[in-house]
Structure formats: C-alpha cells, structure tokens
C-alpha cells in the first residue's frame, strides 16, 4: 500500500528555508482551499525546535470503526472516503489514534490523506516519500 | 476489583456471515398481501429537531391522519416517552385495560434522537398500557424505526384500535405512502419476519439499511410479557438485527391490535438530516466523546468488547447478582457465563451500534450459534447479545451456567417477542417453587423446573411460543402465577408473596438488592415498575459507595430517575452517560453525577433545538413528565403508597438459608443498627427482627423520598409542586390529584 512517510532530518518545520508547502500545497491541490491548516497533513515545530509530523499511515483503524462502510481501501492500497456512504458520524476522526482524520466545519464528510504525492514533489527539501510497505492486518478497535 | 484483559488472539474464529437463510417463501408471502389503503403524504425533514406533526394510525377503522405538534407539546412533554405518555393519556380512560381498542402503542424517538455524530443517539421510546401492570409502561429501544420514521416526516407514531386480520402498516418516507396491508402469509418470529420484510420492501441491496421493522413473536400472543423487536439491517454481517422494547408486554399489546409488523422506509441517512441548530457544537461534543471511548473504554467497562456483559463478574464480585430467584449473590460457576467468556464468543471484527455513530458500540452479536432446540433446531443464527441482563436473568438467577443454553435462550426470548429479563425472573420463581414444592412434575405437567435445568426451561419458553400447557401460565407473568398458585392452595401464601418478585405487577430487573437501600428504592419507587432504567443505583451505592448516607440515598431518589427520564425524552441511550467517564472524573464535585457528560447532553439539546438549557432546566424538563406520568398512574388506579411495597425478597432474607448465608453481616446488623444481642436470639427471633427493622427502613426511605419528590406521604405530587411545574395548566392533571388530597 502507498504510505507517505517524512524524513524529519531533512523537514524545515521551523519555517526557515520552506513555507511549509507540503501544507499548502496539499490544502490547494487536494481540497482546493487556500488555508493550509485544512491540509491532511500537519508539521509542527515543538518548544525545542525539532518538528513533529501528523501523517496518514493508513493504518486502516478507520475503516474498521466506520459504520456505514464509507470506508475501503482502494486498489493501491490506500483508505479513501465515499462521501455518498457517509453519515457524517466522525467516529473516523475520534478512532484515528494519529489525530489526522479531520473535518472542515464548511463540510458534512470529513476528510483525510489520499497518499496522492502532491505534498511530496511541493517540499524543497524532499523530505516526504510516498513508500510502498505491505498492508497492515485489521485490528479489533 | 479484576479487570479482565482482552486477548484478540482468543477470540473464537467464526464466520460472522454465514447463518441460516429465511428468504424462500419472500415471493408467496408478498403475493399475499392485499393493500387495505394506500395514503400518500409529504415527507419532510425535522427542523431543529422536530418536524411538528405526528401520524396516527387506527388499525382497525384505517383510519390515517396527521396530528400537529404544539408548541406546548413540546414546552411540556419534549418528546419521546413525553409524547407517548400525552397522547396515551388523550386516548384512554381509566377504565381502559391493554386489550381494549382505544389503547395506544405510541413511538417516538424524541428532538434529539437521529443526530449522527455522538454516541447513543438512535432511541426510541415506546409506550402503552401494559397488560401487566394496568399503567402506562414505556421502554427505551434501538435500532432504526425511530430515527428513520422521524427523517420520513414524524415524530411520533400513535397506533390505536385492533384490526380483524394480521396487517402491516409501511410508511415510505421516500415516496411518500403510507400503506396497511392485509399480511396473512407472514412468518411470526422476528429473526424470520424482520429479514424477509427487510429484503420484501427494500428496494435494492444499498436500500436495505435504510429499513427498520418493528414486530414479535409467537410468545407475544400466548403471554402477557410480549416485546417489540426493532430492527436494522447490518450490512457487514449481511444480516437483521434486533433491539427490544422489552418491558411490560408491549409486543402482547402488538399482536392485540392484530399487527404483524411496522416497516419504514426512511431517506438515506446523512450527518444534518435532524436539521439542528448549532451542528458546529455537536460535531465538537461527538468528536470529543469518541476520542474519549479510543482512549479510556480498553480500561474501564471494555463496552466495545464486552457489551454490557462487562458487570457480570463485578456484580459477582460484589455478591450482587442475581442467583436462585434473587436468594444469593454469587456463584461458583459464574466464570463460565462472565465477559472474559463472552468477549471471545461473541464477533469483535465489526461493528456494534445500533444507530449510527455510536462509538460505544455494545450491541455485541454472538454469530454462528447452532441451535439445539425448538423449531429452529440446526439452524445457524446470529444472537443478539448476551447482555448482562440476559446473563443474570436467563443465566445465574436460574441457575444455568451452560453458556450455549444461554445464548439459545437469549435467542428464543427475542424471536419469539418476549422480555428476557421478565422471563428470566419469572422463571426464577417458577423454580424456586418447585424447588420448595409448590410446584411438582404434575402442576408443571412434566417439567422439571429444578435450578439449572435449560432443557425443561426451553422447553417452557417454546410451549409459551405454542400457547400450550404450563407455559401459558408462566407467560401470565408472577404476580399473576403468585395469584394462581395461591388460589390452588398449592403453598403457603407469605412465602409465594415473598419470593415473587414484582411490584406493580412488573418483574424485576436482574440486581440482588437486598442489601442496597438505595436500590430497593430505585426499584420500587418508580413509575413502571421495577426495572433499571430509571434508578439503578446499585453500583453508585455498594460498588462506588457514592451515596453512603440515608440523606444521599434519598437525594440520589430524587436526582437520578428525573436525569434517567430525560434520556427517554430526547432519543437517548442511558449508557454512553456513565459507562465510560473522563480520565479527571473522580476529582469532580458530584462525581456520580458525571458532569462532563451531564454538560455534553445540556449542549446537545441546545445545539439541536436552539432552546438554551442548562442542567437544573434538563431536570425540570424531566420533573414534568415524570410527575404527570405518576398522576397518569393514579388516573388508572395505582401510583399511590400502596402500590410502591417491595416484596420482602427484594428488602431481605426470606429464608434460613439465605440467612445462614450472610450470617455475620446479618448478626452484626442486629447489633449495631437494632441493638440487639444476636446471640441470645433464635434464627426466627434474628430473622423477624430482620423483617421488622428493614420493612421500617424502607418505609423511613418511601417517606424521605416522597417529600423530595414534592408528593404526600401516600405518594400524591401536591398542588404546589404541580405548580411549580406548571402542570396546572393541565385542569385534567389538577382533578387527578385533588382527589387524593
Ligand atoms: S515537509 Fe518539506 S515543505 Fe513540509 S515543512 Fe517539511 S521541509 Fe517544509
Ligand atoms: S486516517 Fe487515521 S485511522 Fe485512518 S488510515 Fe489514516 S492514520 Fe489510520
Ligand atoms: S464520518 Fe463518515 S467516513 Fe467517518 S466513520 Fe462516520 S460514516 Fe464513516
Ligand atoms: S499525500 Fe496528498 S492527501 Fe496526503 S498529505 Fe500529501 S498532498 Fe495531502
């Protein structure tokens, strides 16, 4: 399955050589919104100045609790979301253990990473890779 | 206390979709039915909650019409069990009894019922005079009915009349028809009749989870302990499943009025279709609420893993469940029907709510169940359950340990629409009896009702399914066996009265009480009867010991059937309150209370009805309702102090041996709560002080509770307390009570 992965050695999450446009671009591109906090992907400098990451692993624990099956990986390996199935329960955003399911309060579906690349080819440091690793088996959440 | 670890590895590998199939006949069974009437109406959306209009059906006349919803409708009775108990009260007279035509069976699922995104949320409430207590019974029940019957355009249904044939009544709330049809080919029992309805009146495979059925079974029309099962479809297992509105014998009601069964058709759900108010906070509150499952559930009740199988050892534990009709505590064998077995047993690879969005998910379904018995021998199916009700009152109460037994029993009690937990403690006394020889193999007519007999108590339940023999007349219910074995002269009536144990003719839930105070109040100081939905404060007053003083123990009589009564009124689940709880809690003032959540539910009836609340208005919004269903009680003859006595079983020892049992705690509550010198007393001596000193206690406890509640000494709400909730708008109500000033 695809799985975007970041090399925190090489990130700038302190903002001094890039904007974050592994951010921006994914908010753009992706959800074609201007604010890069709507990105499915967070970097985070913390108090002493090493960065912190919020990915999608697609570990899958969403699918599992989802109740309305909206849930499904699809051929590549990766969750995606099938707006039409979803009853906007959240229960996908409060079960992902990474804090990377979210919602947008314009929208009813929540969204997270699709493992698309775009983020990838935006960083000027190359710091994020889209890595092909086996599926994780499904857990009992 | 132990807490059982759940070992994924030890989880009983079995295929969750493979069970027997019913869908043969679906063809035939369709040929058959012959539309009565056909209506259409206008399906419509709640606004904020509410779409302002009720449908009432009349079976027996098809009469169809659309009631609106006033606004003092909503001011008073919110909805739910509020609006059941408002249209039930307008439609009978106190000479009304549950066969009659103008009894009512009303669901509702109340304003808040319906929202997606915080757990526990899918309820409706059912209400309608009971067969077995004579007054107004309301149960709490999952499943899809109540919500999709809402998203078509209602807020409550009112089922009146009785019909001369077996009818279905369909309300489309995609297309907009409602239809009753002529069903004679139909199948009776629920696991049969809800998947063939399922799949009849589906439109396609995507269609069918937008699908609930409500009926019963074949014990339903033989019994008075009837129950309603409400289904969805789950489309993971690719099966129906089923809730209960189990109390009180609504389902015998059902089947009364001749109806087979109710369907709806509701929209596809979606996250806004309740149309609330403040959506933002209530998917902030549902976010929250998840996350706080993720991450305190796998230590505290494991609900997602165990259901509310999780107390049976802790109950256990505390020499509180249920054991020989309610004589003991615990038991040896209980491991064997605990939830460290039962989490292995039942399916954990899926998912468990019974409406959408709930993360507590402890609707747990044992599948590939092989049954033993019955008509449905060697049929592969998937049981409900077992909850911990089910457990005690089927399992340990009767003293069966055989967790197969239990799961078929589990599974006859719902496809055959009656209570498990009445029969369960029905059950209970019937063995006890024959145990003590007031009942033998010839009264019984052949079964032997000896503790832990599953065969015989099967065998009892599939005669009550085919209205023969001894079955029917423990399908009567206990107050009314204690009537009959007493008239029969079959043992000596103190005893029989002791030991059955009802009150207002309803059967009680599965908590040993004896030695809970509080308990014993919150059993029969209630409006139904006993049951745990409205008081179960057991666990705050033996396991938590939160209320340890007579003053708590009142307070917590007052406090907890009003918050519990509020559930019931907007289409909630009582669980998802306290059987998880945030990691600061205990460091909470009122911590019993739990007053993170009792905020999340202020802001959930906010966010949805734009009506600003805060928790002294939540409990006034109950206080209403509740105290005009105690006055509804006295339009029909009971509710008074009279009908508030416990049975002696339920406050303390009946016999020696439950004496000899709890000897040391017995002798030393002589000593330090009476006085006495135990040992220079007889065992009689010991035991009759017993009586006395707790039958006062109890009558101390009825008299402080009454007060807080604003009633008379006899148990009357007072004018100034009618007043004070502005039920005095209600001259109806006033007359009530004033003639038991
Ligand atoms: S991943 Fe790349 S673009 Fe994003 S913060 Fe790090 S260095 Fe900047
Ligand atoms: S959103 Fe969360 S739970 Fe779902 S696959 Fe990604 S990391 Fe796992
Ligand atoms: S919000 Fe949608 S995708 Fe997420 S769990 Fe609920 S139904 Fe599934
Ligand atoms: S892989 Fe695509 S969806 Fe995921 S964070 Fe990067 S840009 Fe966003």
């Known amino acids: ?141 | 206390m132990h807490q059982v670890v759940f070992d994924p590895t030890k989880v009983m590998d079995i295929d969750f979709t493979k069970r027997t199939e019913y869908l043969e006949g679906l063809d035939a069974i369709k040929a058959a039915h012959k539309v009565l009437k056909e209506i259409p109406f206008t399906p419509s959306r709640p606004d904020k909650g509410y779409n302002n209009r009720t449908l009432y059906v009349n079976v027996g006349t098809l009469e169809v019409q659309e009631k609106p919803v006033t606004q003092q409708m909503k001011d008073v009775f919110i909805g739910g069990r509020g609006f059941g108990l408002w249209h039930l009260w307008n439609a009978v007279k106190p000479t009304t009894r549950w066969d009659d035509p103008e009894n009512e069976i009303i669901i509702s699922p109340g304003p808040v019922a319906g929202i997606t995104q915080y757990a526990g949320t899918g309820k409706s409430l059912v209400v309608s005079l009971s067969p077995q207590t004579d007054i107004p019974i309301d149960s709490n029940v999952g499943g899809y009915f109540g919500p999709l019957l809402k998203f078509s355009g209602f807020d409550a249904l009112e089922l009146q009349g009785k019909s001369d044939r077996d009818i279905i009544l369909f309300i489309d709330g995609q297309k907009g028809l409602i239809r009753i049809e002529e069903a004679p080919l139909d199948p009776i029992d629920s696991h049969v009749l809800a998947e063939v309805l399922t799949h009849m009146y589906a439109e396609n495979e995507a269609d069918r989870v937008n699908i609930s059925v409500v009926c019963t079974g074949a014990a339903a029309e033989h019994s008075l302990i009837g129950m309603l099962n409400f289904s969805w479809y789950d489309h993971r297992r690719g099966c129906i499943r089923l809730k209960q509105a189990g109390r009180g014998g609504i389902g015998t009601v059902f089947r009364n009025k001749r109806i087979r069964a109710l369907v709806c058709r509701g929209p596809q759900v979606k996250g806004d279709l309740n149309h609330v108010a403040d959506f933002e906070t209530i998917a902030k509150t549902g976010v929250k609420y998840h996350k706080e499952i993720r991450e305190n559930d796998p230590h505290q009740c494991m609900m997602r893993r165990n259901g509310t199988a999780h107390i049976v050892e802790i109950m256990d534990a505390y020499d509180l469940l249920p054991t020989h009709n309610f004589q003991y505590g615990s038991h040896p064998d209980v491991p064997k029907i605990s939830s460290s077995y039962w989490q292995q047993r039942c399916t954990q690879k899926t998912v468990d709510g019974c409406w959408y969005g709930c993360s507590m998910a402890c609707a747990k379904g044992a599948d590939g169940v092989m049954l033993k018995t019955g008509p449905y021998k060697g049929h592969m199916v998937t049981v409900d359950g077992p909850e911990y009700e089910n457990a005690a009152g089927l399992g340990s109460n009767c003293g069966v340990f055989d967790p197969d037994y239990l799961l078929e029993l589990n599974f006859y009690c719902d496809t055959y629409g009656i209570c498990t937990i009445t029969y369960g403690t029905l059950t209970a006394f019937v063995m006890e009896c024959y145990q003590r020889g007031i009942l033998n193999q010839e009264r019984t007519g052949g079964l032997e009702m000896i503790w832990g007999n599953a065969e015989a108590d099967l065998e009892m339940m599939h005669q009550m399914a085919r209205g023969e023999g001894f079955g029917i007349i423990a399908g009567q219910g206990v107050k009314k066996m204690k009537a009959i074995f007493i008239k029969n002269g079959w043992g000596d009536p103190q005893l029989i009265n002791d030991i059955g144990m009802e009150n207002k003719g309803l059967e009680y839930s599965q908590y040993m009480c004896k030695e809970s105070l509080a308990q014993q109040g919150g059993y029969a100081l209630t409006n139904k009867g006993p049951q745990h939905d409205e008081a179960w404060l057991i666990f705050m007053d033996m396991v938590n010991k939160q209320i340890p003083t007579f003053e708590d123990k009142a307070e917590a009589l007052y406090y907890f059937p009003l918050f519990r009564t509020w559930f019931g009124l907007n289409g909630f689940c009582k669980l998802p309150w306290n059987d998880v709880v945030p990691s600061d809690n205990s460091k909470q003032p009122e911590a019993h209370k739990i007053p993170e959540h009792v905020q999340n539910y202020v802001d959930l009836f906010t966010a949805t009805t734009g009506i600003k609340i805060d928790k002294d208005e939540l409990i006034m919004q109950s206080a209403r309702v509740y105290n005009f269903q105690r006055i509804f009680n006295i339009r029909m003859g009971k509710g008074l102090r009279k009908d508030d006595h416990a049975p002696f079983r339920a406050l303390g020892p009946v016999t020696t041996e439950e004496y000899l049992s709890r000897q040391e705690r017995y002798d030393k509550q002589i000593v330090d709560e009476m006085g006495l010198d135990p040992a220079t007393m007889s065992l009689e001596e010991k035991m009759a002080a017993h009586r006395t000193w707790r039958q006062g206690r109890y009558e101390k406890l009825t008299d402080a509770v009454y007060q807080r509640r604003g009633w008379t000494p006899n148990g009357v709400p007072t004018l100034a307390r009618l007043k004070e909730l502005g039920l005095d708008a209600f001259p109806e109500v006033v007359e009530v009570v004033k003639q038991h000033l």
């Open chain 1, 1 to 141: 399955m695809r799985q975007l992965r970041i090399n925190l050695n090489k990130c700038d999450a302190g903002r001094k050589t890039c904007h974050h446009e592994c951010e921006a671009s994914c908010a753009e591109k992706v959800f074609k919104l201007s604010d890069p906090a709507m990105a499915a992907l967070h970097i985070r400098e913390m108090a002493d100045g090493s960065g912190q990451a919020v990915l999608c692993d697609q570990c899958g624990d969403c699918i599992v609790v989802c109740p309305a099956e909206a849930l499904k990986r699809n051929k590549l390996g990766v969750v995606m979301i099938d707006k039409k199935l979803c009853v906007g329960c959240y229960m996908c955003i409060g079960f992902c253990d990474k804090e990377i399911f979210e919602r947008n309060p314009a929208w009813l579906e929540p969204y997270k990473c699709t493992s698309c690349g775009i983020c990838v080819k935006a960083c000027p440091h190359a710091a994020l890779e889209i890595v092909e690793v086996p599926e994780p088996p499904t857990r009992i959440i």
